[in-house]
């Protein structure tokens, strides 16, 4: 069907007076592409029962991290996100676990299940840190963190929820922070891995909600590259 040619020209107009004060100013034409094309969203791998009580518990089992910091603080905000976007009814605190671990004697001998029914939670979301470093190299002077989790959903009367077709569960998108010079010191260390932590924790939770996407044309992470 052939376009009336006073709508054609209208519409010319808006994408001319919307380029002029983008271009006058300076600013990147990529900003305005943006605002014209936002971001596409992407869908929750999995859907939550929001009438549960879920326990976040984080696992270092090859003891990749020598500090709690790293999973204490990653424990939290996605306790935090859980709670605040009522993806769940309720969550058990991350003192409440500490308590439970060192109240017990054989607690690294129970199952995920079972840690989640003694402290009365529906469902356990189980994230196991896969790979962990701060440094590419021990003797450089360059920080470069690198995390990366497997993310489950278990409950504890069925058992594995999701995700089913993989084992080993889900890997949300990577923490990267690229090279980053900066001292040496204790306190520089816990500022990098609270980052990454809370980092992790947002790739974590966006995995149970509609979330934006990545602007388009943008960069792609090493993970979206294809390897042959």
């Keep these: ?18 380029l002029l004060p983008v271009l006058s100013c300076g600013c990147p034409v990529a900003a305005w592409t943006a605002t014209l094309f936002p971001p596409d969203k ?12 879920a326990l976040v518990l984080v696992e270092d089992p090859r003891h990749l991290s020598d500090r ?3 999973k204490t603080q990653m424990s939290e905000f996605i306790n935090r996100e859980l709670e605040d976007r009522g993806l769940v009814e309720r969550v058990i605190p991350y003192r409440q676990l ?20 003694k402290l009365r ?17 021990p003797s450089s002077p360059f920080w470069h963190g690198k995390l990366t989790t497997r993310v489950k959903v ?11 077709e993989l084992p080993e ?7 990267d922070t690229g090279s980053v010079s900066g001292e040496g010191s204790l306190r520089f260390e816990q500022h990098l891995v ?35």
């Design 121 to 137: 939670a529906d469902i356990v979301l189980y994230v196991e840190i896969d790979r962990f470093s701060l440094r590419d190299d």
């Design 42 to 53: 992407v869908p929750a791998q999995y859907d939550l029962d929001e009438t549960s009580t």
């Design 154 to 164: 278990i409950s504890v009367k069925e058992g594995r929820l999701w995700p089913k």
């Design 169 to 175: 569960g889900y890997s949300p998108a990577r923490v």
């Design 98 to 117: 500490m308590n439970l671990a060192a109240a017990t004697n054989n607690f690294r001998t129970l199952s995920v299940a079972e840690v989640g029914k």
């Design 194 to 228: 609270q980052n990454m932590a809370r980092d992790m924790g947002d790739n974590v939770t966006k995995l149970f909600y509609e979330h934006r996407g990545k602007e388009h044309g943008s960069l792609p992470d090493d993970d979206d590259i294809d390897r042959p």
């Design 68 to 70: 709690t910091t790293l």
């Design 1 to 18: 069907m052939t376009r009336p040619m006073g709508l054609t020209l209208r519409l010319l107009n808006v994408l001319v007076l919307g």
